[in-house]
């Protein structure tokens, strides 16, 4: 499938290896693991399957590390806690911002289900908004 004005999904193949890879890893380690832990073995399929990604990527100059982009293309930010918040978002949202990368994974290992969320880039350059 290619992407194109027909394509609903921003990068569906890419979305789609690698939920198959978040579920892998939740079916291996469980729900009680580190955040770490997670990415450590998310890192190990990876180089398994010969897939660039980066880990522990410092953004720029603003103090963000996202935990992976994958490809290019995907930041994933994992994340082992309860629940995730609205601070989660905005941190993901933050990372797609200063990358200028457009889709990025919020997953939560410790849900019982693992529901990796999509989140979509926002445009948030106001001249952009403004032009004829």
């Known amino acids: 499938m ?6 609903k999904l921003i990068y569906p193949e890419e979305s789609y290896e ?3 890879i ?6 291996e380690l ?3 693991c580190r955040e ?3 990415c450590d073995l998310i890192e190990k399929k990876l180089i398994e399957r010969k897939k660039e990604y980066k880990r522990e990527y410092r953004v720029l100059d ?3 590390i996202t935990d ?3 490809e290019n293309k995907i930041v994933l930010e994992a994340k082992a806690k309860n629940s995730t918040t609205k601070e989660d978002y905005y941190q993901i949202q933050r990372y797609l911002q200063a990358t200028n990368i457009k889709l990025g994974f919020l997953v939560n290992f410790r ?3 693992l529901k990796p969320i999509r989140v979509v880039r926002i445009d948030t350059d106001a001249r952009k908004k403004f032009n004829k």
């Open 2 to 7: 290619e992407e194109g004005e027909n394509s």
């Open 36 to 38: 770490k832990q997670y």
């Open 18 to 20: 690698l939920t198959g």
């Open 68 to 70: 992976l982009i994958f």
């Open 30 to 32: 469980g729900r009680y």
């Open 22 to 27: 978040l579920f892998e890893v939740h079916n």
């Open 62 to 64: 603003t103090g963000n």
């Open 111 to 113: 849900d019982r289900y």
